[in-house]
């Protein structure tokens, strides 16, 4: 039997491109009311051509006031994906104040701002939702140039755990990905070297970089009632890589 969320209203943000749209579009195959949330209105509307039923809001999630007064009008959710991110690849001894808040503003910050609306509607309608966190292999594993990347997604894993703890009591699961290297958009800017990306796969058992499937089907089964028992993990999706 299919995993079915008809009835259920979920908010992916990051939905424009990539990993978000990918879920979007899966979770609507499979009967979700879906809002896709990402900053640039562009991809938003690619989307929407595609899947005219799938509603769009473009905000800058950098932004905590506006972001939160637009999720706030969106009203309530029965789940909700946390995937829009930045990558900013530097040299440690590159990085900067400006790539730091940037990233930490987009990749934590806004997590923080969007799950706190949507859960705190969650207990007052109580719904017994699930939130997914879009995490990376990088919060778990030194990789060159991606100091403050890693240090975002590893402090993403700290707020998913957080998260898993206070809001299970009220029925609200919260679980985390950590995929591998997913040749999206954002992906390329860190692995488009045939070079650097050879040494990448030789360090991972299958062989092989992910697919954007691959994540979306772990993260449709984390939304879904199949994973009832599973709350505040942090899920690798990574070929093996971390158990080497």
């Not at 990051?14 to 990918?22: D, F, P, V």
């Not at 896709?36 to 809001?57: C, F, G, N, W």
């Not at 007064?69 to 930045?86: I, K, M, T």
């Not at 058992?205 to 505040?232: D, H, K, Q, T, Y």
């Amino acid at each position: 039997m299919e995993i079915s969320f008809k009835g259920k209203r979920i908010l992916v943000t990051g939905a424009g491109q990539g990993i978000g749209r990918g879920i979007a579009v899966e979770l609507w195959r499979a009967g979700a009311n879906i809002v896709a949330l990402s900053r640039t209105r562009s991809h938003l509307e690619t989307l929407q051509s595609e899947y005219p039923s799938i509603d769009i809001v473009d905000v800058d999630l950098a932004d905590w006031e506006k972001t939160r007064a637009v999720v706030e009008s969106l009203g309530h959710f029965d789940a909700l994906v946390n995937n829009a991110a930045v990558a900013i690849c530097e040299p440690f001894l590159n990085c900067t104040p400006g790539d730091f808040d940037k990233t930490f503003d987009i990749n934590v910050k806004a997590v923080l701002n969007i799950s706190q609306v949507v859960a705190r509607k969650m207990v007052e309608n109580k719904t017994h939702g699930a939130i997914v966190n879009i995490s990376s292999q990088a919060s778990k594993a030194a990789l060159k140039d991606h100091a403050i990347y890693s240090a975002s997604k590893a402090a993403l894993d700290a707020l998913t755990r957080a998260m898993a703890l206070e809001l299970g009591p009220h029925g609200i699961r919260v679980n985390a990905v950590n995929p591998t290297v997913i040749m999206t958009a954002m992906a390329k800017v860190g692995w488009s070297d045939a070079d650097k990306a050879a040494e990448m796969k030789a360090k991972i058992p299958l062989g092989r970089f992910g697919e954007v499937s691959e994540v979306v089907n772990a993260v449709v089964f984390l939304l879904s009632e199949r994973s009832s028992m599973i709350n505040g993990v942090e899920l690798p999706i990574d070929g093996g890589f971390l158990a080497t």
